[in-house]
Structure formats: C-alpha cells, structure tokens
C-alpha cells in the first residue's frame, strides 16, 4: 500500500534529502545561496576546530549556534531573511508555506508560534515526554535507528546525554530567537538562520549514511518528517489527555516552520493535530518504522520497537548550564499567567 497523505501518493519523496524546492530551506538555498553556503562553511570551520569526545566522532555543536547570537550585524537577522524569502521570484513559494503574503506578517506569526511553544515546552508535563518518550521514539523510524546503529557514541550514555541536552539547548535558542538576553535584542532575532544552520549540520554529518533496513540513505524526508512528531504530536498529545489548554494552531505552526527550514516537503508536514495523528499512524502502517500496526500510543513509549543497544544506550541527565534559561522561564510564565494557572491546578 502506498504512503498516501491528503490524497496524494507520496512513496517517491519518502527517500529524498533534505533539500525540498517546497521547503523554506530550498527557497532559502535559491534566494540566497551565498548565506547557505556561509553556513554550510561555518559548520565546516565549526568541526575542524572542535575535537571529538572521548575518542568518538561526536562534537559538540552549541559553540557554532553562540557564535550566530554574537555576530553583530544582520547577515543573519530574521527581518532580512524573511525579506530574501518574499523576494520577487520567491514570494509566491513561501507564501504557499507560510500562509501569509508579507514578510512582516510572517514574522509576527512566527514569533508567536514561537512564544507558543516556548510556553508549552517549558512546563514539566512536557519536559517529561521530550526526556521519556520523544527522543527515543525516533528510534521507532527504521532509517533514524539505521543511522544512530552505525555511530558507536550511541552506545555511550555520557554522550547520548550531552547530546540530548544540547539538542534541547538549540531548541530554546530557537524559540528563543537565538539572541543575547542583554543586548540582542537592539538588533534582531536570529530564529531562521540558527534553523537554517541545524539543518547545514545534518546535511553535512548525516548525508552520507546508508540504511540497511530500507536501503535508503538514512537522513531522508521519511526520518525527519516522522522526527518531528515525536516532538510536536507526542508532547501536544500528553496535553490533550490532560486536557491543559494550547494553541493548537500556533504549535503546529511552528513545527510546520521548522521542518520547512530543515529542508522537510511540505507534503510531509501535519498542519494540525488531527493530521499528525493520521501521519503517526501511517508511518508505523507503511512499515517507515518498526512493528506494523496497531501504532503504539504516542505517549507510551514501546521498547520493544526499539534496538536494544540504542534502548540501552539512551541516557539523560540535567546540566548546569541549563539554569541560564531560568529568566526566560519566568517572564514566560508571567507572560502566560492565567492558563500557567490552570495548568498548575490541573485544568
């Protein structure tokens, strides 16, 4: 049976990289290739300079998105992006992504998709579903689990761990806009090109890593496009049981903005709650990943789908560094504080 979403036949795209002419990553790279390519050559510098830990290939990756928030100017300013993207020539391909004609008008429902994810992510129901479910879930994905099968620091917790929480850092740099928090904001946020340059760091580790469960290269629309349920429709749906109120819209909004700079088609991107249940489903129903139907339930992780030393392997734990975040959890939650209410009662 074919994977068929919204009545198309999408088995052709399922394999492709992460360079689809329907992203924001793929206009971006027509609109300007000179930011792309200063990116892609920014990771480069990036990993020539960082050694490995332990002995793996594993490198920290945090230092390549600070050196985006220092950067004075606004090479990498998301009004002068979002500009390149509403450019003649281009306009017409990010509006169909976006839903808006203006570059302004972007922005603003960008930054409040943002600040909706900023407030879900941030409460313990959530943080409690990324550490326990989400990231494991990946595994579910027979080409996510190929990939990480093949990179032995997969095995060792102490990295696993790092890398978890620094995957989680470049998450809030993300909502966050990717700004100083004294100064950065007298220029501009930085959320489309700190995307953007995740999505030149998976490119550029990832790529080249074959699949021996499908025979696809393992970083492909298929991993990614699954990826991002395990954070969007996993975490939305633990709020759902719960019955705590978000804006659904604004959530899946944002997820559908970030695929898009990944380079994610936007075929492959649920628009609601309501699609991405229907695309979890069809992932596990088109053998994308392990163990066939009935899908597990999202916010129950099943082992049993999962390679044992990828299960084995898998460990986090908090770091300190993580209390610089504490001043924007606060005004956050000020700025949330008639429903952060509800929340804390419970409804």
């Known amino acids: 049976m074919p994977f068929t979403f919204r009545g198309q036949n999408l088995d052709a795209l399922l394999g492709d990289p992460l360079t689809a002419a329907n992203s924001l990553y793929g206009i971006m790279g027509a609109a300007d290739a000179e930011l792309m390519e200063g990116l892609r050559l920014h990771w480069k510098k990036h990993i020539r300079e960082t050694p490995g830990v332990n002995g793996t290939a594993w490198r920290p990756a945090l230092k390549a998105f600070s050196a985006i928030e220092g950067f004075w100017g606004n090479t990498y300013s998301d009004h002068r992006l979002a500009k390149v993207l509403y450019g003649p020539g281009h306009s017409v391909a990010t509006a169909a992504v976006t839903g808006v004609q203006s570059s302004a008008q972007f922005l603003r429902d960008f930054e409040a998709a943002r600040d909706e994810a900023f407030y879900v992510f941030f409460q313990a129901t959530s943080v409690n ?121 604004r959530w899946y909004y944002f997820w559908k903005l970030v695929g898009s700079l990944l380079g994610v088609d936007s075929r492959l991107i649920a628009d609601d709650h309501a699609e991405a249940a229907q695309l979890w489903v069809l992932f596990f129903a088109r053998g994308e990943c392990f163990g066939g139907t009935p899908a597990p339930y999202p916010t129950n992780l099943d082992n049993g789908r999962i390679d044992p030393g990828l299960l084995a392997g898998y460990s986090v734990q908090p770091e300190a560094n993580l209390i610089q975040w504490v001043p924007a959890f606060i005004v956050t939650q000020m700025r949330n504080s008639v429903r952060w209410g509800k929340y804390l009662l419970g409804y």
């Open 129 to 249: 579903e990324l550490a326990g479910v989400s990231f494991k879930a990946t595994y579910y994905h027979k080409d996510v689990s190929a990939l990480f099968e093949q990179r032995p620091h997969s095995a060792i917790k102490a990295i696993v761990s790092r890398r978890v929480i620094e995957t989680a850092q470049i998450m809030l740099r993300i909502l966050y806009g990717n700004m100083n928090m004294g100064w950065g904001s007298l220029y501009s946020t930085r959320t489309l090109a700190t995307t953007l340059l995740l999505a030149q760091m998976h490119n550029s580790a990832l790529s080249h890593y074959q699949s021996h469960y499908t025979g696809r290269r393992c970083y492909n629309q298929s991993a990614v496009a699954f990826t991002l349920l395990t954070f969007s429709y996993v975490v939305a749906q633990a709020w759902v049981d719960k019955g705590y109120e978000f804006n659904e819209q």
